[in-house]
C-alpha cells in the first residue's frame, strides 16, 4: 500500500460507500440511491455530506469527474481513480481481518 494513501485510512462509512460506489460511473443523485440500495436503508447520505466528500475525494485524487451531461441539467459524472481502488481494496481487507478476528474471539452470532 502507498503510504500516501495509508494517511486516509480508516475511511469513515460514508466515504468507504462513495468509493464503493464508483466502481462505475454515477452521478450525485445515483451515488446516494446505490448506497441506500446497498446498506438497505441503513446509511442516508444527505447531499451536503455527499458533495463535501466528492470534493475531497477529487481533491485527494480518490476518485475524478469524468462528464457533464448536457441533456440531465448538467449531471456530474464520478469515478474511482486507481489509487482509491488501491485505498478501498486496503479497507476491505482490513474490515476483513476486523471480522474475522471478531469472530474468532467471540464467535459466529447471528439474530
Same mark, same amino acid.
Given at each position: &500500500? ?10 469513515? =462509512? ?11 460511473? !454515477? ?10 440500495? !446497498? ?13 463535501g466528500a ?19 441539467k448538467g449531471?456530474k459524472m ?18 476483513? =481481518? &476486523? ?13
Amino acid at each position: &500500500m502507498e503510504k500516501r494513501l495509508l494517511k486516509y485510512s480508516p475511511l469513515t =462509512e460514508a466515504t468507504y460507500y462513495i468509493l464503493l460506489t464508483l466502481n462505475n460511473p !454515477l452521478h450525485g443523485y445515483g451515488i446516494i440511491k446505490r448506497i441506500d440500495a !446497498l446498506t438497505k436503508g441503513r446509511l442516508i447520505i444527505p447531499s451536503g455530506t455527499l458533495y463535501g466528500a466528492i470534493n475531497t475525494l477529487i481533491n485527494n485524487k480518490l476518485i475524478e469527474l469524468i462528464s457533464i451531461d448536457p441533456k440531465s441539467k448538467g449531471k456530474k459524472m464520478y469515478i474511482i481513480t486507481t489509487s482509491g481502488k488501491k485505498l478501498i481494496y486496503y479497507e476491505i481487507n482490513r474490515l476483513k =481481518e &476486523m471480522v474475522n478476528n471478531g469472530i474468532g474471539e467471540v464467535g459466529d452470532y447471528y439474530e
